[in-house]
Structures are given as C-alpha cells and as structure tokens.
C-alpha cells in the first residue's frame, strides 16, 4: 500500500469532499469531510453515532470531540444513500500529535499492562503517522448492514492514505474484530482484553500498517479497495493492487 501525504487537514475550508466514491457492493455513497466543510453533515453523523450506542447501552463507549462550523478536524466518514440519508459513519482522531491526544489507553485501565503495550504502540508508531479510529456505527435498521461494515473497514484504509499516515488503530469488542481483520487488521500481540465500556464486552486493540495491511486483508477487500481508489483519485497506484 502506498501512503502518499497529499493532504493537511489542519487547512481545508472549502465546503466540498475531501474523498468519496461509490460503494459497488451497498450502492452507498462514502464520502469524507471536516466540520468546517459540510457541518451539516458532521451534525448528522454526531446523532447517528449517539443514536445506535445508545441503542446498544454503549454510551460510555463514544468519545466525540467538541466541533463547531470552523472546526478543519476531525476528518470524518460518512456513508449515504442517493436521497442523502446517513446510513454510517465514524471519525479519525489525528494524525495524532502525542499520546496526550489518543483515547485508546484509557479505555484499557481495568487491564494496566494491556494499557502500558498500547501505550508503547503509539508511542512508537507516532513518527511514522497514526490515527486513531473512533465512533464507528451503522444503523442497525438498514438492510444492507453487512456490506455497510465492510465498506467501513475498507474505509479505514482509505483514510490512512490520504491523510498520509502508516499507521491506524483501534479498539473493538473482540466479537467484531474479525470484520475488521477482513481489511488487515491485526491484534496486538500479547494483549489481554480490558473490560470495557462493561463487564459485557471483551475489548481488544487492533492495529494497521499500511506496509502490510492489504498483504493481511482479504482478496476481495484489497480488490474493492483498490477500486475505490482509483475511482476516489482518477488513478491508480499498481504496485498497490
């Protein structure tokens, strides 16, 4: 996969896409933006993501951090359907500038080592570029549920292209990390899930490095990927498909 840094969120204030294209499997539209650019949409996506974890008594689980109509971060994603409905979305926390900006070590108290490995993981992963991906959802009324999961997935690896940064992470509930696993993802070695949001769910912390992830993804994953790229930027990298 190559990463190439072409663009700096911190000055993006028109009020169009950063990045979109069509989803061949859902026929949604994936599209990613900054408050700044479509607040309107960022709004939409806010009520949706406090809609479905509210649903699933997850509350705990949702970090949304404070934006307003000038905001240029967070980038974020959202999936919609022709009439502009919002089936999906989540946002990238970053690139991070130091561990003091990434949620994930706390969600991981009730495990102290798990929390020091992925502590040590983003440490290290910094200089290369990393982004933490959070507040995913789908709404669990649309029929096309499963592709809209796997059209996320895909969607993080979209965003560590074109924010230009090796390295993604986050954390998920171990009975959704196979979905995730489809685009590449990895567990972190060694870890020992956390209790987290409650006593309900095991949570892992899964890793992507874009010198390997569509190595580890799936054939038809890193083929709609690639797609999708070429489709988002008119062209395409070959030695990336």
């Not at 967070?74 to 900006?101: E, H, K």
């Not at 006593?199 to 992830?213: C, I, S, V």
């Amino acid at each position: 996969m190559t990463v190439t840094k072409t663009l700096n969120a911190d000055h993006l204030t028109t009020t169009d896409e950063l990045y979109g294209f069509r989803d061949s499997v859902s026929g949604m539209w994936l599209r990613f933006y900054t408050p700044a650019r479509r607040f309107d949409l960022w709004q939409q996506y806010v009520a949706g993501a406090q809609r479905t974890y509210q649903k699933y008594r997850v509350e705990a689980a949702l970090s949304l951090p404070a934006a307003d109509e000038d905001a240029t971060t967070p980038v974020f994603c959202v999936m919609s359907d022709d009439g502009g409905t919002i089936w999906a979305g989540w946002y990238a926390n970053g690139p991070l500038r130091s561990m003091r900006d990434a949620y994930a070590p706390r969600e991981f108290v009730s495990e102290p080592l798990s929390a020091s490995m992925v502590t040590s993981w983003i440490s290290d992963a910094l200089p290369d570029g990393v982004i933490e991906l959070k507040g995913a959802w789908v709404d669990p009324a649309s029929d096309q549920k499963g592709a809209l999961a796997d059209l996320t997935s895909r969607a993080f690896l979209h965003a560590m292209t074109f924010l230009g940064v090796r390295f993604a992470y986050c954390s998920a509930a171990e009975h959704a990390a196979p979905r995730w696993f489809n685009s590449g993802a990895r567990e972190l070695p060694d870890i020992v899930p956390a209790a987290y949001p409650d006593d309900r769910y095991r949570t892992t912390l899964l890793t992507w490095d874009a010198e390997t992830t569509l190595d580890f993804s799936t054939s038809e994953q890193r083929q709609l990927f690639g797609a999708e790229r070429r489709q988002a930027v008119g062209h395409g990298d070959e030695r990336a498909w």
